[in-house]
């Protein structure tokens, strides 16, 4: 089992920024892609960036040059940098790693960005 735990949601000005971090445990031998996906109310969940184990990186075209992905492999997390937010970045953030061919889901963190 992996354990996936997410940090850094919360409250925002548009403008603003945030941190996230995801930490991922237990059984993580194998562990290669890990990124970020994001749910807004009434839509379906989408891709928002992406970090392979080669440190490759590859972002959704409505955050390319505000997002940054990062991961510390020494600590097993992975970051996600939001500078300049905006209202319409609004949504429930979920951490996504893969181990192998498995696939694994945070619990989700809100993200707020309004005046």
């Known amino acids: 089992q992996v354990q996936l735990v997410e940090s850094g949601g919360g409250l925002v000005q548009p403008g603003g920024s945030l941190r996230l971090s995801c930490a991922a445990s237990?059984?993580?031998?194998?562990?290669?892609?890990m990124g970020w996906y994001r749910q807004a109310p009434g839509k379906e969940r989408e891709l928002v960036a992406g970090?392979?184990?080669?440190?490759?990186?590859n972002y959704a075209e409505s955050v390319k040059g505000r997002f940054t992905i990062s991961r510390d492999d020494a600590i097993n997390t992975v970051y996600l940098q939001m500078n300049s937010l905006k209202p319409e970045d609004t949504a429930v953030y979920y951490c996504n790693v893969k181990v192998f061919s498995y696939v694994y889901w945070g619990q989700g963190t809100q993200v707020t960005v309004s005046s």
């Open positions: 970090i392979t184990s080669g440190g490759t990186t």
């Open positions: 237990g059984s993580i031998f194998g562990l290669n892609t």
